[in-house]
């Protein structure tokens, strides 16, 4: 095992500002996180809202407020730990930085939700090619019309992630993802785009569209970007969460999070 | 179908008064729920008590505060609609009632979470007999040596539910009860009481103690009343739950627990 593939050396390595890029490739098998980070006064609502909507915002640890080693990753600082974060004020996204320690204070909870890097991999270790991979470009994601169950202050439309397959592929998808329950779970939608109000499938509303060959079928799976429009909404004094890509790489193993 | 199998006329029969009986039996293949409610105030620790803790606390709903008419049973009132309720105050069962309209207020949260009786049902369908029910008596339940994750002022030891079986049923059990994860998922142990701290498996700490025949293994699943042990150790001045046995019937139907 290189160093690369152990989470305690990549997130020191992060922590020295050895590697600033996303974490995509990096400790295959181990999962990596989304990171939202919330004053007290607003991670509550944050939490029902989570709790409410567990497709899109799938929890994998709450950690209380002023705690920055999280149960799941060992020595880690979820201050420094991460290669680049997202700063936003008053709902607007106002700077990148690479680390939080100055910003982070004794009131602030830090929330850890899973991300669909644990089933892609499980997906291509069934064969099933994952488009956007192939082609070297981020995930087609889409806002739909759906809307999730708001909490308080924090509400959102359901964004969705796609993924073409042949139909036969979005079956076996759809059994294998169900076990993830906590990386977004089974499909939320597949087939004709208009039925969850996406109308055209080539221009997605965030990352890049991607090539839907001939006897292929968009799949849909719920996604994590569905809590930035909620921290959007909410428009809380401050929030701080990865830079897309950017992610938290946990100790955990993408089998534990298939535990029931 | 008989009044008795509708969960809204059940409902209504409870909140006209005719009926103050436990609802074991009732509305088979419906989902019965535990009821906890708490001021705002300890609300949200309870949350993520829940959350830190999803096998005994699984979650299905969180109302909003004041909010009486859950989005899984139409045109409920949780303040009428349970046949009994324990009143809570300082961490001590004070009394119990039959209606909480005149204690309930604005700033009340109603937690609605999953119970055992959805799995019995599952593994009774699978021909495997549940003792208790087949005794007439209560489920046995243990506090084990198992520490829940705390949150907050919200701390407890994992109460666990014991259900014997011989080892081929036990091993069909846990795939069955593994789909059920909103009502407590898969066994947390079985078979030597000792490994999780019971030093009498004759002797529960709450309901009866049933007959364990040769060739028979005990089974133990995660057990809603280490919620009502969150509560006592918390000490809210007030805390409202359903009374052991009297639940709340929900419009969902069992398999709806299955969903991922």
């Given at each position: 095992m290189s160093n690369q593939d152990i989470p305690s050396n990549v997130r020191e390595m992060i922590?020295?500002?050895?590697?600033?890029?996303?974490?995509?490739?990096?400790?295959?098998?181990?999962?990596?996180?989304?990171?939202?980070?919330?004053?007290?006064e607003w991670a509550y609502e944050f939490l029902l809202f989570c709790v409410r909507n567990p497709k899109p915002c799938p929890i994998l640890e709450v950690l209380d407020p002023g705690v920055v080693e999280p149960k799941i990753a060992r020595d880690a600082d979820i201050r420094r730990d991460l290669p680049k974060y997202r700063i936003?004020?008053?709902?607007?996204?106002?700077?990148?930085?690479?680390?939080?320690?100055?910003?982070?204070?004794?009131?602030?909870?830090?929330?850890?939700?899973?991300?669909?890097?644990?089933?892609e991999k499980a997906?291509?270790?069934?064969?099933?090619?994952?488009?956007?991979?192939?082609?070297?470009?981020?995930?087609?994601?889409?806002?739909?019309?759906?809307?999730?169950?708001?909490?308080?202050?924090?509400?959102?439309?359901?964004?969705?992630?796609?993924?073409?397959?042949k139909i036969e592929e979005a079956i076996r998808a759809s059994q294998i993802t169900t076990r993830f329950y906590?990386?977004?779970?089974?499909?939320?939608?597949m087939d004709d785009p208009h039925g969850i109000g996406i109308d055209d499938i080539n221009r997605p509303d965030f990352g890049d569209p991607v090539t839907i060959r001939?006897?292929?079928?968009?799949?849909?799976?719920?996604?994590?970007?569905?809590?930035?429009?909620?921290?959007?909404?909410?428009?809380?004094?401050?929030?701080?969460?990865?830079?897309?890509?950017?992610?938290?790489?946990?100790?955990?193993?993408?089998e534990d999070l298939t535990v029931l």
């Amino acid at each position: 095992m290189s160093n690369q593939d152990i989470p305690s050396n990549v997130r020191e390595m992060i922590r020295e500002g050895k590697w600033s890029e996303p974490t995509s490739g990096l400790c295959m098998g181990y999962v990596q996180a989304n990171l939202v980070i919330l004053p007290k006064e607003w991670a509550y609502e944050f939490l029902l809202f989570c709790v409410r909507n567990p497709k899109p915002c799938p929890i994998l640890e709450v950690l209380d407020p002023g705690v920055v080693e999280p149960k799941i990753a060992r020595d880690a600082d979820i201050r420094r730990d991460l290669p680049k974060y997202r700063i936003y004020k008053n709902g607007g996204i106002k700077e990148v930085v690479e680390d939080i320690s100055g910003l982070f204070t004794d009131d602030m909870m830090s929330f850890l939700l899973g991300c669909s890097f644990s089933f892609e991999k499980a997906l291509m270790d069934a064969g099933i090619g994952i488009r956007n991979i192939d082609e070297g470009k981020n995930v087609s994601m889409y806002i739909t019309d759906r809307k999730c169950q708001s909490a308080g202050r924090f509400s959102a439309p359901l964004v969705v992630s796609m993924r073409p397959m042949k139909i036969e592929e979005a079956i076996r998808a759809s059994q294998i993802t169900t076990r993830f329950y906590l990386t977004h779970g089974a499909p939320v939608y597949m087939d004709d785009p208009h039925g969850i109000g996406i109308d055209d499938i080539n221009r997605p509303d965030f990352g890049d569209p991607v090539t839907i060959r001939e006897g292929e079928i968009p799949v849909f799976w719920a996604c994590g970007v569905t809590s930035q429009l909620a921290i959007e909404s909410a428009s809380p004094p401050i929030a701080i969460t990865h830079h897309p890509g950017h992610m938290f790489i946990t100790d955990l193993k993408d089998e534990d999070l298939t535990v029931l």
